[in-house]
């Protein structure tokens, strides 16, 4: 027993009291300890003195009686596929373990697996790079969830077999169990200067399962490339990419909610405000998911919009002089037919470029009189 409980009677009597009723409610001394801001030793003192170990095998962690609603399932399911493991089907445990700054997602994740556990926090020691940062670890016996990731693809020791069953999920599921994904091993690269973070940005999710990154990118695309080759003391990493214009539309749809990592959240909303420039035909993600060209549309440029055009009224040079030579938009430059009014002002000769040059008097007053005139130049 510490010696801060040896002064006076009375303390020892409160402290007593307050590890009974934690004791009744958590089960756990660990969780006791550090709800209380005590050592673990002087919580085992007192379990020990008043025999209370009937109250940590009678209240072991108790699974909620209410199921997990769908989207919050699936955020957890990809957490628990890339950031936690499951034991032995004989235990049916399930375990994670987070850094001090995602402390509210690993408590968030104990709430929905557990009515009495709590996360157990470990202080790491200090480096150079990151500082003074410690760690978050939970793990509890959970049946029916252990079940749910069993029917998922989730098995024990799934690090290098790791595979997943998408088939028939709702759209919403597949992006909350994408973003579960992408908290759990995945990182969003924000450069430091504003004008790399345009063509710069980058979404990538690391995997040592190069099926279960398949399976992601048959889904939402992306490309799947080797970024550490098999060792002795390492095996083969696989790294699903997102960048540039890919990223920025991926993150678009991405879900936000208060219990998802709020760091990730913050780099998201960086890329977010930075508006789609220089779209090629490689800033169009390829997918199941992006078939509904309706509810999730794709940035194009004019050549790609000019392609899907059955007649067009123009000519493919035609439309590249307009935009180019003659600032019109996109729109007027792909669907304004040649020889209206509004072509001859913008458009008026092949070897000008110069608007107004080469059309007579008569012609130059009749555009000037033309209701036209304000909605083009």
């Not at 556990?117 to 969830?145: E, H, I, M, N, W």
């Amino acid at each position: 027993m510490s010696k801060r409980f040896k002064r006076t009677k009375e303390q020892y009597e409160n402290f007593k009291r307050q590890v009974v009723e934690e004791l009744e409610l958590i089960g756990e001394g660990k969780a006791v300890a550090q709800k209380l801001g005590c050592n673990v030793s002087d919580v085992s003192w007192v379990i020990t003195t008043l025999n209370l170990h009937h109250l940590i095998s009678k209240c072991r962690s108790i699974e909620p009686v209410e199921e997990i609603p769908e989207l919050e399932l699936a955020y957890l399911l990809g957490l628990i596929a890339t950031d936690g493991c499951l034991a032995s089907d004989k235990t049916q445990r399930v375990q994670i373990g987070l850094v001090e700054e995602d402390r509210d997602t690993v408590y968030w994740v104990a709430s929905k697996l557990s009515t009495n556990k709590l996360p157990s926090y470990r202080p790491l020691p200090p480096t150079d790079t990151f500082g003074v940062q410690g760690s978050y670890t939970f793990g509890a016996k959970c049946p029916r969830f252990y079940q749910q990731c069993k029917d998922f693809g989730l098995t024990p020791k799934k690090t290098h077999t790791l595979d997943v069953n998408l088939e028939g999920k709702s759209d919403e599921f597949l992006w909350y169990f994408l973003r579960g994904v992408i908290d759990g091993d995945g990182c969003v690269y924000t450069p430091t200067r504003e004008k790399e973070r345009r063509s710069n940005a980058c979404v990538q999710i690391a995997s040592a399962s190069k099926v279960f990154l398949k399976k992601i990118q048959l889904y939402f695309g992306g490309t799947i490339s080797l970024t550490t080759k098999e060792s002795e003391n390492k095996s083969n990493l696989w790294g699903l990419y997102f960048k540039g214009n890919l990223a920025k539309t991926l993150i678009k749809h991405l879900p936000q909610e208060d219990y998802m990592m709020s760091r990730k959240t913050n780099k998201m909303n960086i890329l977010t405000d930075i508006p789609i420039s220089h779209i090629t035909s490689r800033s169009t993600l390829k997918g199941i998911i992006w078939d509904n060209l309706e509810k999730y549309p794709q940035p194009k440029n004019w050549k790609m919009r000019y392609r899907e055009i059955e007649n067009p009224v123009v000519s493919f040079n035609q439309v590249k002089h307009r935009i180019f030579d003659y600032g019109w938009s996109e729109d007027d430059a792909l669907f304004t037919p040649t020889g209206t009014i509004a072509n001859r002002q913008k458009f008026p000769n092949k070897k000008s470029k110069e608007p107004g040059r080469g059309l007579s008097h008569k012609q130059i007053q009749e555009l000037s009189e033309s209701p036209l005139e304000d909605g083009v130049g």
